[in-house]
């Protein structure tokens, strides 16, 4: 049976400064690399034989993959970048203290905007400093200026679809090292979670959550490798 591992990116800057970071390109902290680094330890205990991985075209989780797979010494491992893992894109939010944000728009509407499964902070101005409809990567690509949760799976989902399971179809076992809203996408579109409940899922940094899966790819059991460092999933088998 397939195994598939989720990995959130260790440790940002901006998750150590409580700010809104969606598509900007903020790196790790020293504990994030920790946290990448003890991820990789995790998963060569695994024992589980990997084949491929697949990331985001941002730079925390790019370095947590390469940061996890030098730990298992699979620098060789074939991987594939592309920005339908990237984390939702906070709008008009992005670089802001979301404590800051909550005295100025109050905590319940600063509530809706994180954790609303389908209602998205205010678009962000083109030309904001943090806009990264200039940044080549995404050159030629219909970017958006905004998401919710909804939106992110609507664009995570079909790359699944497309690339990815085919993949575990195959029988491979795959690493993917993403972000905490893109694999909430994955997370609600695997097991089925309804829209109130995935709102409430909390992914920790760096601690690999390992999935097998059955040969339609329905989920078998699900566990964090770290389980001290994360709360239960709903709908999750053990």
């Given at each position: 049976?397939?195994?598939?591992?989720?990995?959130?990116?260790?440790?940002?800057?901006?998750?150590?400064?409580?700010?809104?970071?969606?598509?900007?390109?903020?790196?790790?902290?020293?504990?994030?690399?920790?946290?990448?680094?003890?991820?990789?330890?995790?998963?060569k205990t695994s024992g589980i034989v990997f084949d491929q991985a697949f990331v985001s075209q941002q730079t925390r989780a790019i370095r947590t993959l390469w940061i996890l797979l030098t730990e298992m010494q699979l620098c060789w491992l074939p991987t594939r970048s592309d920005w339908r893992l990237n984390e939702r894109h906070y709008g008009g939010l992005t670089g802001l203290n979301k404590?800051?944000?909550?005295?100025?728009?109050?905590?319940?509407?600063?509530?809706?905007?994180?954790?609303?499964y389908?209602?998205?902070?205010?678009?962000?101005?083109?030309?904001?400093?943090?806009?990264?409809?200039e940044d080549r990567r995404y050159k030629g690509l219909d970017i958006p200026?905004?998401?919710s949760l909804k939106m992110t799976l609507d664009r995570v989902l079909p790359y699944w679809t497309s690339t990815i399971a085919p993949e575990l179809m195959g029988?491979?076992?795959?690493?993917i090292a993403a972000h905490g809203n893109s694999l909430r996408a994955l997370i609600k579109h695997l097991f089925q979670v309804s829209d109130d409940l995935i709102t409430g899922v909390e992914i920790p940094t760096g601690n690999p959550l390992l999935i097998e899966l059955d040969t339609s790819?329905?989920?078998?059991?699900a566990r964090y490798l770290e389980p001290s460092r994360a709360k239960p999933l709903p709908h999750i088998p053990g």
């Amino acid at each position: 049976m397939p195994m598939l591992a989720l990995i959130r990116h260790g440790q940002s800057q901006w998750n150590l400064e409580n700010r809104f970071t969606g598509w900007w390109d903020v790196d790790l902290t020293s504990q994030g690399e920790a946290e990448a680094q003890q991820s990789g330890t995790l998963l060569k205990t695994s024992g589980i034989v990997f084949d491929q991985a697949f990331v985001s075209q941002q730079t925390r989780a790019i370095r947590t993959l390469w940061i996890l797979l030098t730990e298992m010494q699979l620098c060789w491992l074939p991987t594939r970048s592309d920005w339908r893992l990237n984390e939702r894109h906070y709008g008009g939010l992005t670089g802001l203290n979301k404590a800051e944000t909550a005295l100025k728009h109050g905590e319940e509407q600063v509530h809706i905007w994180r954790r609303s499964y389908d209602i998205p902070p205010p678009p962000i101005e083109a030309g904001s400093a943090y806009d990264p409809g200039e940044d080549r990567r995404y050159k030629g690509l219909d970017i958006p200026s905004t998401e919710s949760l909804k939106m992110t799976l609507d664009r995570v989902l079909p790359y699944w679809t497309s690339t990815i399971a085919p993949e575990l179809m195959g029988e491979k076992n795959l690493l993917i090292a993403a972000h905490g809203n893109s694999l909430r996408a994955l997370i609600k579109h695997l097991f089925q979670v309804s829209d109130d409940l995935i709102t409430g899922v909390e992914i920790p940094t760096g601690n690999p959550l390992l999935i097998e899966l059955d040969t339609s790819l329905a989920p078998i059991s699900a566990r964090y490798l770290e389980p001290s460092r994360a709360k239960p999933l709903p709908h999750i088998p053990g």
